[in-house]
């Protein structure tokens, strides 16, 4: 990994070691001249088309963002530019897991795929790309409005507990990518990727919290229109990068619908265009949708529905105290009473305790390397919360230090033991009780025994937030996995660095203005006898040229190209407008 210093950038530097790890080098100098081609033509095409159907905040936020026409933007560039509105960007591997990205945009960091799509699939990729991250997400972010927004989305969108379901989509999505965007890639691997995407989106999956902020982020971040619905302008990074799809979606059979809550709930297909399109009228309304979903999150209504799904995720989760105690871990337990309140809960391995969103000293994953567990709620026979109880009561109930316990919940856990001490928050309430020598029952089962070793007991009535990753970040440096499938670097074939030479010789001309047409002529000659069907090179090529002579060789083998490859049509022709 590049080191982070190279970036300079504040924001970054403070950003927790579990998100750094997908930090990646940009390595600027393995994009090719064909590349850099690719990303001159479409953003040619889409400022020319763009001007009119975009958002206003488009054109002068690629400016602002440090976004050019010409190459490839440097992301160490962008960062001195974009420090301006107070964001950052880092280059990233490809798709990473969903809380991890939300974990970025939470701390104002745009992630940015580094690699570009290949000229094949210069209109559309569903992988992520710089095309994609560069000249779609960073124009709009210079909105402060929707910079509030996307803040606030990574926000909520890192807590929002994930299911299984959504991590094995995650690990398909990036392995189809991958292998549409890797050069020389057999198509029945390809077709199998796609299938596998394919059977999971099928699935019809109730959505998990997670998958409701990753709809709404579909369908506004990525493919969001704003304004009036009679002529709404393009802010959806998605549409914005792409030179198919942003006029594609103006058509009427594309269907307009007003942006509300219930986009959470309308899944999508990245392999297809999509049937429908939702429009917010202003930035801020989006906002306001925002907090109608997270009132239905975990994050703010907790309970055993937080738990019970933090549960089913099987991954590092949160649940947060009636008392402020934070406990997080991977939650594989709980019992309820007869009014679903949770009155016992369990974590098995790496566990760590917080509060306000910092670890208690002393109650790291060192501490609790084998899990934890506690009872919840009232005591029996005493109307009194044992959090609610000042010094004086702690005493009437024997519950001060040095003191050997024995008492009952109202739920029938017993617990006994020798009390070592008590943390308190900030309001003086207790929330912690350690124990020697203890024993936790349930009936005829045995919760925990003396040789467990000190029993650390969580003081709170109930649960009153669930969500998923670590109160304290710093507690598991190692949160988010990195996914296995890695990107495909394959060597190049000598073909290809020949026709990688050819456009870096119109690189130059363009650049330094020193050439002839007799030198344009022979990179128009070597071009259609070795690679005849590349057009975007020919475009390049009438885009220099004043020779009438050349102009009609090319306008005539562009002609011969799109005759046997109708698929191009547009392209060529778009590009020959352009000029």
Request: include cysteine; glycine fraction near 6%; hydrophobic fraction near 40%.
């Amino acid at each position: 990994m590049a080191p982070i210093a190279a970036y300079s950038e504040e924001v970054i530097e403070r950003l927790p070691a579990h998100l750094k790890q997908f930090i990646a080098p940009q390595n600027y100098e393995e994009y090719t001249p064909v590349n850099q081609a690719v990303w001159r033509y479409v953003m040619r095409k889409n400022i020319s088309y763009l001007k009119d159907v975009a958002h206003q905040s488009y054109i002068g936020g690629l400016k602002k963002t440090g976004v050019l026409v010409e190459s490839i933007p440097n992301i160490y560039g962008m960062n001195r530019i974009l420090k301006d509105i107070g964001w950052a960007a880092v280059a990233v591997d490809g798709f990473i897991p969903p809380n991890a990205f939300m974990e970025f945009q939470a701390n104002k960091v745009l992630v940015i795929a580094s690699d570009i799509r290949q000229l094949e699939h210069i209109e559309y990729t569903p992988a992520p790309d710089i095309i994609h991250e560069a000249s779609g997400h960073a124009p709009i972010i210079a909105n402060p409005d929707y910079a509030e927004f996307l803040r606030r989305l990574g926000e909520i969108g890192a807590k929002a507990i994930l299911s299984k379901y959504d991590i094995d989509l995650y690990e398909a999505v990036r392995k189809l990518s991958i292998l549409k965007e890797a050069p020389g890639v057999k198509q029945k691997d390809i077709d199998a990727a796609e299938l596998e995407v394919n059977v999971l989106q099928n699935q019809h999956e109730e959505y998990s919290e997670m998958a409701q902020i990753r709809n709404m982020q579909w369908w506004s971040v990525e493919y969001g229109l704003i304004g009036e619905m009679n002529n709404p302008k393009i802010y959806g990074a998605g549409l914005l990068s792409s030179i198919g799809e942003s006029e594609w979606c103006m058509r009427d059979d594309v269907e307009k619908i007003p942006y509300s809550v219930d986009v959470a709930q309308v899944g999508f297909d990245i392999t297809k265009p999509q049937p429908q399109l939702f429009v917010t009228p202003n930035f801020a309304y989006l906002m306001e949708v925002l907090e109608e979903l997270a009132n239905t999150l975990s994050v703010r209504k907790g309970g055993y529905k937080g738990l019970q799904k933090l549960i089913d995720s099987k991954a590092i989760g949160t649940i947060e105290l009636s008392t402020g105690l934070q406990v997080s871990g991977v939650f594989t337990q709980m019992i309820m009473n007869d009014d679903r309140e949770v009155i016992y809960f369990k974590t098995d391995g790496p566990t760590a305790l917080a509060y306000r969103d910092k670890e208690l000293i002393g109650h790291g994953i060192k501490a609790h390397k084998d899990g934890y567990s506690s009872p919840l709620g009232m005591l029996k026979s005493v109307n009194l919360p044992i959090e609610n109880m000042t010094p004086v009561d702690l005493k009437a109930y024997n519950l001060y230090d040095g003191q050997r316990l024995a008492f009952e919940f109202e739920s029938g856990i017993t617990v006994e033991g020798l009390n070592i001490t008590g943390i308190r928050n900030v309001k003086g309430k207790i929330m912690l009780i350690q124990l020697k020598d203890c024993t936790v029952r349930y009936g005829k089962e045995v919760l925990f025994k003396p040789e467990f070793g000190v029993f650390d007991m969580a003081i709170g009535n109930n649960i009153v937030s669930a969500f998923a990753g670590a109160a304290d970040s710093s507690s598991f440096p190692n949160l988010y996995a990195v996914s296995k499938t890695k990107t495909i670097k394959t060597k190049k074939k000598p073909k290809n660095i020949a026709l990688e030479q050819l456009y870096q010789s119109v690189r130059s001309y363009r650049t330094t203005k020193r050439f002839s047409s007799s030198d344009l002529e022979k990179v128009f000659e070597t071009l259609v006898k070795n690679h005849k069907n590349d057009w975007l090179l020919q475009i390049e090529l009438l885009e220099l040229t004043e020779d009438s002579s050349l102009i009609l060789k090319i306008k005539k083998h562009l002609a011969e190209i799109i005759q046997n490859k109708p698929e191009l049509s547009r392209l060529i022709e778009s590009g020959i407008r352009l000029i």
